[in-house]
Structure formats: C-alpha cells, structure tokens
C-alpha cells in the first residue's frame, strides 16, 4: 500500500506533550519524515531518519517508529507549534514519496 | 545560503500548457537528486515527480504521468516542470525541494509559484 494516514486535528495544553501518528504498510520498510507547515509558508522538515533533528529544529521534536505506525512527538509543546504536521515516506516500491493527510496541531 | 526559487506558474486554460522554474544557489546544485511537489488549496502535500542529480533517473506520480516533465540544467543551476494537458484539478502552489545527500529526503523548499488552471 501507498497510503499513509494521519488523524485530521490534535489538541495540546501549552507546555504538554502531544503525538502525532502515521499509519502506513510502507513505514516497515522506509524511514518517516515529518515537516511543519504554518499558513502561507512552505513546509519545513524537522524530522528525518531514525529520529533526526534538522540543525534548527528544537530538541522537544522527536520521532519514532512501530511496525507500521510513525509518531512525531513534541515534548512541551509551545505556541509556536500550532502548524499543520505532514508525515513522508517512499511507497512500495521505494521510488515514489507518499504523504499523510497532515494533522491540524492547535496549542491551547 | 541554501535557496530555491520557484517561478513560471501562472493562470492557464484547461487543456494548455506552463513551464516551472526554480533556480537554485547556496551547494553543490549537482551532486543533488530534486523534486516537484504540489498543494492544492486548502489541501494536502502531493509529490509529483523526482529527478536524480544527473538527470538519468526520473520518477513520476501517476497523477502527472504522460503530461508533465520534468528536466534539469546543472550548468544553471535550476529543475524544470514542463506541464502539459492541465485539468482543473493540477491547481495548486508547486514547490521544489532537494534531497539531501544522506537520509533527509525534502530538506530544503522553496516558497512556491502558483498554478491555476481554469475551466
């Protein structure tokens, strides 16, 4: 399958930690990517690889991947935060990208 | 620095034609695999296409394939998307993207150019 999957909207208290989930057969086989996007700016990564921070990106950004769900975690979630999250990886057969649906973070 | 450029989008009759441009600067433009990448409003990140960094590997999503092509010139540092046959539904802001050398595929965008494709 070339499908990944992400829930539409997640709420987090300032301050709280927050994850974010994917879905997707192909996440046994290739790394995840997650990037950030805020309204009217491109995307932005900020996790790459196993659990990879672009130089940049705060350490309250984390990743992680089990079987066939990847999750982004941010551990003390800031207003800054508030952004649309997009997770990315290769399809089957590992040439073309595939993308979630994104996730709607709001901090509260 | 490292900058992507996006330009050439446009408004554009069902059934034409566009060709996008994104001039890059700030590395080594040719050691670098590139991609096109579309959003259509209010919606989600779709990859459209991937060409290697010497231009001999080229992949499409289905949803282009057979209309659009993609091209590179590494003495202009710059990726090309020949758009050809629009629908209604290729409306979107296209960004390019490089993969970095290693493992971060889509480290750096540029800002993107508008498509609009009309009826």
């Known amino acids: 399958s070339s499908e990944l999957t992400q829930d539409p909207a997640v709420s987090v208290a300032l301050g709280q930690t927050v994850r974010i989930t994917c879905q997707g057969d192909?996440?046994?086989?290739?790394?995840t990517n997650w990037f950030q996007q805020k309204p009217g700016q491109a995307p932005k990564l900020v996790i790459y690889g196993k659990n990879n921070r672009p130089s940049g990106i705060p350490d309250r950004f984390s990743g992680s991947t089990s079987g066939s769900t990847a999750s982004l975690t941010i551990t003390g979630a800031q207003a800054e935060d508030e952004a649309d999250y997009y997770c990315?990886?290769?399809?089957?057969?590992?040439?073309?990208?595939?993308f979630g649906g994104g996730t709607k973070l709001t901090v509260l | 620095e490292v900058q992507l450029v996006e330009s050439g989008g446009g408004l554009v009759k069902r059934g034409g034609s566009l060709r996008l441009s994104c001039a890059t600067s700030g590395f080594m433009f040719s050691l670098y695999r590139m991609n096109w990448l579309r959003q259509a409003p209010g919606k989600g990140l779709e990859w459209v296409s991937s060409i290697s960094s010497s231009g001999t590997s080229i992949y499409y999503a289905e949803s282009v394939k057979g209309r659009f092509t993609i091209s590179r010139d590494n003495a202009k540092n710059s990726i090309y998307l020949q758009m050809n046959s629009l629908r209604a539904e290729d409306t979107a802001v296209y960004f390019c993207a490089r993969d970095d050398l290693g493992m971060a595929d889509l480290d750096y965008w540029g800002q993107g150019t508008l498509v609009t494709v009309s009826s």
């Open positions: 192909s996440l046994r086989s290739y790394y």
């Open positions: 990315n990886s290769r399809d089957s057969g590992g040439y073309h990208r595939v």
